[in-house]
């Protein structure tokens, strides 16, 4: 039998303003079994203050922000569809908080309240808060790579998570385009990525990266080395391919094998 307080969230939810959606604030997605499970979960999250809901796909999302004067709610076009939005200040008026879940319980941002009986809680890491790490591209002084145009994930992620990333103009991903947001909170690792041959230099004489092994895979000989290979080329430091008096088409280097005095190197193309 559906009580008091079960009719009145349905008379509020039913009349709530269709076609209303924050965006851009969405923090974890889920997929509840109704309106008041939606309402349930952001009573959870520290960081949740309100909430969208999609009455025909059972969506809610959770946003870190609510509605502001400068942060507006979308009405009324493709993207908002079926949503309805819902403030967290105005919870009491949809739910009655008291009986729900963590009432009493304030977790640290990136925590989750869990309810293990009827008086017993805990609050469990569900979120990596902390912005995904600036990649790491390599530690030639000469690399000139804008970092602040990284377009990695800068609003965390959810534990369990493999969130994507793309590399700064002028680099490539190297491996897998995503990391993993683990258990304890921490990205599992910094974003890879390796500077690439421009469509405008395909011959790499502006080619300023770190790569320092050949197409074979053999090590690079310092260039501030005669040894094993005597060589004039004293503009260049590290041990890193180079190509800068486009004498090859494509960065090479002298290598550490006696019997192999020179190879080019694998360098991926932007």
Same mark, same amino acid.
């Given at each position: 039998m559906i009580n008091f307080r079960m009719l009145l969230?349905?008379?509020?939810?039913n009349n709530v303003e269709s076609g209303r959606r924050l965006i851009g604030f969405n923090f974890k997605s889920l997929s509840p079994t109704g309106h008041k499970q939606c309402l349930k979960m952001c009573?959870?999250?520290?960081?949740?203050?309100?909430?969208?809901?999609s009455r025909n796909r059972l969506l809610c999302e959770l946003n870190s922000q609510h509605e502001t004067e400068?942060?507006?709610v979308t009405v009324n076009t493709s993207e908002t569809e079926d949503f309805i939005y819902i403030p967290r200040i105005s919870f009491s008026k949809h739910i009655d908080v008291?009986?729900?879940?963590?009432n009493n319980v304030t977790c640290s941002i990136g925590k989750m309240c869990v309810r293990h009986s009827l008086n017993k809680t805990s609050c469990?890491?569900?979120? !990596?808060?902390?912005?995904?790490p600036q990649p790491y591209i390599g530690s030639s002084a000469e690399l000139q790579v804008d970092l602040s145009a990284f377009t990695g994930n800068r609003k965390g992620g959810n534990?369990?998570?493999n969130v994507y990333f793309t590399c700064p103009p002028g680099t490539v991903v190297m491996g897998s385009p995503t990391i993993k947001c683990l258990a304890n909170g921490q990205w599992e690792t910094r974003p890879r990525c390796q500077v690439c041959l421009e469509a405008s230099?395909?011959?790499g004489a502006h080619y300023w990266g770190t790569k320092s092994v050949t197409s074979t895979g053999k090590t690079c000989q310092s260039w501030s080395s005669q040894s094993p290979h005597?060589?004039?080329?004293?503009?260049?430091?590290?041990?890193? !391919?180079?190509?800068?008096r486009n004498d090859n088409p494509k960065p090479w280097c002298y290598t550490t094998n006696p019997s192999v005095r020179w190879e080019s190197c694998d360098i991926p193309n932007c």
């Open positions: 969230l349905l008379f509020v939810i009573i959870a999250y520290a960081e949740c203050l309100s909430v969208n809901f400068t942060d507006q008291q009986a729900e879940r963590c469990v890491i569900a979120r !990596c808060i902390q912005p995904m534990v369990g998570e230099d395909p011959s005597g060589h004039s080329y004293s503009e260049y430091t590290g041990n890193y !391919c180079r190509n800068n």
